[in-house]
């Protein structure tokens, strides 16, 4: 029988990575290194998580993100049950916490939530009293999203120990670029966020290990891993930019601009993409792309996940 | 804190070590189409030793694994914190071999269980059997081991230790008192 491992108290929920210790983190980073092999094995499936449902309860469109969730469950042998908003009593105008108490009657395990509103995420974690792991809520955080792009920049690099992460695009609408500056400073590697002034919220730059900037040739310089963001078209009434055509001449991540980065530099985007706005074709496509690797890569992390929190007890 | 009793000394392990190899090529008539895999942690040295042993006796290399059964495990609910998941590694198609499933010590019988489950998740063997160093009874489920280095009648409330050269710097099998180690 493997040993315990003591690495700080236990977190009963992925929100954020506020309760985490880099412990913890590391620790959901290694064990997806044996998820990956299960994903490889001809029996791509383990009984870990046998007996538990596991509820996907997606109020917010996203096909990518509840499909790896969903996978990652069922290869853990958890039984699913998927709600979505959109066909569900939600529109006949039914609270969240009604539907959590129907949710929680079907004797609901644990609950994976997507949700527009930012901190929906511990509302349900409040109300149903069972283990919640956010799965994007508003603008505040996409932990999965994160650790999957933290196990990526490792998996390429051995170690995220000084390891730099240009993140550039619409930081300010960008649920993915806040987790990313939260949790991988934790891991010891360094954060560069970049986008236009009115996209750039100036108070990420108090967190540490993390610097903000206008200028993407100065955010990309010395990169091991430059990240585009989708541009969220859907959020741009507010005047935030010129034009489409602007920021993509001046921000799109594309090889004229990898040529600043180090020589090993790897380019990241966390779907869905805007091909040739954001990121151009070439750049998406090209030998530096791990974009399909992030993909598979998150489904590892989050059979990780689901493992951390549901197996065993405090 | 002293064990209460030695059972197996450095040579007394190589001894049952050796024996248990010719006991898998008389079994076996040879060492053709075998494979070793170990259970993490004490498994994996010992099915290594064996591997060196079967390949000095036969002249065939026996290919090895490791498995790890964390989750495969029954009692996952139980543990307080999680385990480390270790690498499991069998580097062969497991297809028309015969596997031998190598552990330190047989107890209960859920981590074979596990083992077994885990096994065959990988591929489907010729066929499965099982060598262990100690095999010290108290068997919750109908599993035997094939090849046994040493049977040792225990109480539930006394802990065997198995100690090998390649994490432990010595190779022994002690008897310990479980309030002793409290």
Known sequence: ?314 | MTPKAIILTPDEVRRALTRIAHEIIERNKGAEQLALIGVHTRGIPLAARLAQKLSELEGVAVPTGMLDITLYRDDLSEVAQQPIIRETQVPFDLRDRRVVLVDDVLYTGRTVRAALDALIDLGRPAGIQLAVLVDRGHRELPIRADYVGKNLPTAAGEVVKVKVQETDGVDSVELWDLEALR
Request: with cysteine; glycine share 8%.
């Open chain 1, 1 to 314: 029988m493997n040993a315990p491992v003591s690495m700080g108290a236990r977190p009963r929920n992925l929100l954020d990575f506020q309760d985490w210790t880099p412990e913890r983190l590391t620790a959901i980073l290694d064990n997806a290194d044996t998820m990956l092999q299960v994903l490889d094995r001809p029996v791509k499936k383990v009984p870990a998580l046998q007996g538990l449902t596991v509820c996907n309860a997606f109020f917010e469109n996203s096909t990518r993100t509840r499909t790896s969730f969903e996978l990652a469950a069922r290869r853990m042998s958890a039984d699913v049950l998927t709600f979505a908003a959109g066909a569900s009593s939600v529109n006949k105008g039914e609270s969240l916490r009604d539907t959590l108490e129907v949710l929680t009657s079907y004797k609901v395990d644990a609950y994976i939530v997507r949700h527009h509103a930012s901190g929906a995420a511990h509302l349900v974690a409040k109300y149903s009293g069972k283990p919640v792991i956010n799965a994007g809520d508003g603008r505040r955080a996409h932990p999965t999203q994160a650790l999957l792009d933290a196990y990526t920049v490792r998996q390429e690099f051995g170690s995220l120990e000084g390891k730099t992460v240009a993140i550039l695009g619409d930081v300010r609408h960008s649920r993915v670029a806040r987790s990313n500056a939260e949790l991988l400073p934790k891991l010891g590697a360094n954060v560069v966020l970049c986008g236009p002034a009115t996209l750039l919220p100036a108070g990420l730059a108090s967190l540490p290990g993390v610097t903000l900037t206008t200028d993407p040739r100065e955010a990309v310089r010395g990169a091991h891993a430059v990240m585009a963001l989708r541009l969220q078209r859907e959020r741009m009434t507010g005047g935030f930019l010129g034009s489409l055509q602007e920021y993509a001449d001046t921000y799109q991540v594309n090889e004229r601009l990898m040529q600043e980065a180090e020589s090993g530099a790897i380019v990241l985007h966390p779907g869905p993409m805007n091909r040739d706005l954001e990121i151009s074709g070439e750049a998406a496509d090209g030998p530096r792309s791990r974009i399909l690797k992030q993909v598979e890569n998150g489904q590892a992390i989050r059979m990780s996940v689901l493992y951390h929190l549901l197996v065993g007890r405090e």
